[in-house]
């Protein structure tokens, strides 16, 4: 399970570095369910989502592994055909096409490059918008026994 950590650890630092506008990059440990959640805004919370295993023979298995990225913002301008700054409101859209630029076949280590699997809306409260955006990457898992392991050295991707 370590790779997990490290591929979580990688999204946090890439996140970090391409997309400046996010205030707070973290593990989601469940900030925004608090009544004054722990973030700065807009923010980037990562979480496992799920693992599906295949067997490859000899113990060894390619674990393939969702991640969430829910991104939220405060609400802080109306949408309203008549407001005067309307186009803020849609900012977050803009942030998560930012957000899918610097993740979509990234990868900084022994797992796939992501790709993403889905986008969808959130139900959150009055004063914050919040949306997940789930991508898919897989690693292989040696089992040891007793000296083999199997571990993914290169990832090739052709496209017609």
Known sequence: MDEITTILLDVQDHLGKTV??????????GQLSLEKPAVKFPCALLDLKDVSFTQTGNGGQVADTQITVTVANLRLTSSSLTAPKK?????????????HTALHMFSAGDYAPLFRTRLRK???????????LTYQ?????????????????????ELN
């Open 20 to 29: 400046p506008e996010l205030a707070y990059v973290d593990k989601d440990w």
């Open 87 to 99: 186009e803020d409101a849609y900012r977050i859209i803009g942030l998560l096409a930012k957000i």
């Open 122 to 132: 959130i139900v959150a409260d009055s004063s914050r918008e919040c949306y997940e």
């Open 137 to 157: 990457t897989a690693y292989m898992v040696g089992f040891d026994t007793g000296g083999s392991t199997a571990k993914v050295t290169s990832v090739k991707l």
